[in-house]
């Protein structure tokens, strides 16, 4: 059974903020923090907006672009985030509601630092190759932290990308996914804690590159193709920095990353990271593109996809939710004040 | 804190913009109703679910400068009475707009977003808001 990606909806806030703002406030060249990280700004959602609400939006822009598939016929929707509204009472079944798939359909929040929107989507190919449903949905959404003043709070954003999983009039045929898995604790967040905690730079080499480059290979070898086999790659974007250095280690070129690449100008939205890149490949692919994904989740794993695009994405109607560039065209710019109060940093009386 | 029943029952309304119809004489309803003032008795047993429209343009609107807690970290903040492309009239908050830059006859659409909670340990309350159309 051909399983693959039926459709896609994406959604980042509107609202940015620079380093250089961030910097301002804590004594530091914000400016060449953004310039060594390769943020040029990043995204803020607004006092309204949570991983619920981003998640809905892109789920609708999802269904919008899919008027013939009923959302009845949906089995499962998994909502992977590390900044759920609630501790204890889901996302998805919120955004269920929201896209008016209840009740007979399965759901579940999904947690895997920032790869959890991947899982889902590798939980919905399951669900539906062995035809437990006809579709499922799968989104990484996120409106991450960063403790004020640490390096996160440069690239920590807000974010999510919204897939529906299915066999029936594929845009996007995955021919193959796998991943590499270890414990390796290179950054959390403990119960109850507002902020996480990272191991600074072990959060490189042991975790990120290795995990990245380990799946990243299996993938090659599993399908016995070569970098230049693809015409987009997308890799898990803690920054601009790690992207564009694992895949010049892989063999990747410039070209091949530049759709997906978006951290430079929205930041890190983690489980929204990949799921809004390859959203960002797919606003542009055509018939016949190959496309290489990894993504990246701390604790630690790394989930690879190799996709086609079929000749079903040219009838489909793509127009009837905006695409990316559309979404990012009209940014509103905060300052630091702004930003404490959007993202609930100012204690008020009760 | 607010009945967490009352709230699930609004769900419909706030999140999709499900109404009713009276099905004898077509009045829509938004938020619903059971039971249709105009035609009384000859309207029971015939009121339909309808789904507003989620698009429209702004009737009219005002901003508002004395928020009430929910919205204290948005103000000041627009309010807008919406007539929806099947010509229903909306109130709700207008949001990720420039304050002065909204007009009468402005396209909008209704997103979701968070309207209120109960508190830092209760219940959070979604419903829709609009936005400006993209």
Not at chain 1, 129 to 149: H, L
Not at chain 2, 114 to 120: E, R, T, W
Request: a neutral charge; aromatic letters at 10%; one cysteine or more.
């Amino acid at each position: 059974m051909e399983v693959g990606i039926v459709s896609y909806g994406a959604y980042v806030p509107r609202y940015r903020i620079k380093p250089e703002e961030i910097g301002r406030i804590w004594g530091v060249d914000g400016k060449a923090m953004g310039k060594g990280l390769m943020i040029n700004q990043k995204s803020v959602p607004s006092p309204d907006e949570d991983v619920v609400t981003i998640a809905t939006e892109a789920a609708r822009f999802m269904m919008a672009r899919v008027p013939e598939v009923d959302p009845q016929d949906i089995g499962a929707i998994y909502v992977g985030s590390e900044s759920h509204p609630y501790a204890v009472k889901p996302t998805a079944t919120i955004v269920a509601e929201s896209i008016e798939a209840t009740p007979a359909m399965t759901a579940a929040d999904l947690e895997f630092a920032c790869k959890a929107g991947t899982a889902g989507i590798q939980a919905c190919m399951g669900l539906v190759g062995s035809g437990m449903v006809r579709y499922g949905v799968a989104i990484g959404a996120d409106t991450s932290q960063g403790a004020p003043g640490d390096a996160l709070e440069y690239s920590a954003s807000a974010g999510g990308a919204a897939y529906l999983i299915g066999s029936e009039n594929v845009i996007a045929k995955i021919n193959r996914t796998l991943s590499f898995t270890t414990d390796t604790p290179d950054f959390w967040r403990r119960e109850g804690q507002p902020y996480p905690l990272h191991g600074g730079r072990f959060t490189g080499e042991p975790a990120y590159f290795r995990h990245v480059t380990s799946a990243a290979k299996m993938m090659l070898d599993a399908m016995g193709t070569q970098p230049s086999d693809y015409d987009h790659a997308v890799f898990h974007q803690p920054n601009g920095k790690f992207p564009t250095r694992v895949a010049k280690q892989l063999g990747f070129t410039p070209e091949q990353i530049q759709y997906g690449l978006l951290t430079p100008e929205i930041g890190n939205t983690y489980s929204g990271a990949v799921p809004l890149g390859l959203a960002s490949i797919l606003d542009h692919a055509k018939p016949g593109d190959r496309i290489f994904v990894t993504s990246y989740g701390s604790g630690a794993g790394s989930d690879a996809f190799d996709i086609t695009v079929t000749d079903a994405i040219s009838g489909y109607k793509r127009d009837r939710a905006p695409v990316l560039e559309k979404i990012l065209a009209d940014p509103v710019y905060v300052d630091y004040g702004i930003y404490a109060k959007f993202k609930e940093k100012i204690v008020m009386p009760e | 804190m607010a009945s967490v029943a009352k709230e699930w029952r609004e769900i419909p309304g706030r999140y999709n913009l499900i109404g009713t119809k009276c099905g004898n004489c077509g009045k829509i309803f938004f938020p619903s109703r059971d039971f249709c003032p105009v035609c009384r008795r000859k309207g029971i047993g015939k009121i339909e679910k309808y789904k507003v429209a989620r698009t429209g343009e702004v009737y009219t609107f005002t901003v508002i400068y004395d928020a009430p807690d929910a919205n204290v970290r948005q103000k000041p903040y627009a309010a807008a009475m919406v007539r929806t492309d099947d010509g229903i009239l909306i109130s709700g908050q207008l949001v990720d707009v420039d304050l002065d830059k909204i007009e009468i006859g402005m396209r909008v659409r209704a997103v979701l977003r968070k309207l209120d909670s109960d508190g830092a340990s209760g219940v959070i309350h979604y419903g829709f808001k609009f936005v400006p159309e993209l």
